[in-house]
């Protein structure tokens, strides 16, 4: 993740990337939690973790990490996520 973009624009981003659609056709982030506040919190030491469009989300020190979901369950518990810190380089 650029220094300027911003996490939630992030995890939309990434979604939409794994789901093969644009981003923008993404149900908003804003209807699930706050996006403001993930954006101003995100760099603390504060660890978000909520469910967006059929993955388990997960901020911590603004590294995000999703988790698919088969019916609200993980797909494969304790499976390692898609990571997609600011450290990868985009290769999975």
Request: proline share 7%; no cysteine; aromatic share 6%.
């Amino acid at each position: 993740m650029s220094q300027s973009e911003r996490v939630s624009t992030e995890i939309v981003n990434r979604i939409g990337e794994r789901e093969e659609v644009d981003p923008a056709e993404l149900p908003p982030l804003g209807e699930v939690i706050d996006a403001a506040a993930i954006d101003s919190i995100a760099d603390d030491a504060a660890i978000i973790a909520f469910e967006y469009n059929g993955y388990r989300v997960r901020v911590e020190h603004g590294d995000v990490n999703l988790y698919p979901l088969n019916n609200g369950e993980l797909e494969k518990p304790g499976s390692e996520p898609f990571a997609v810190s600011d450290e990868s380089s985009g290769e999975e």
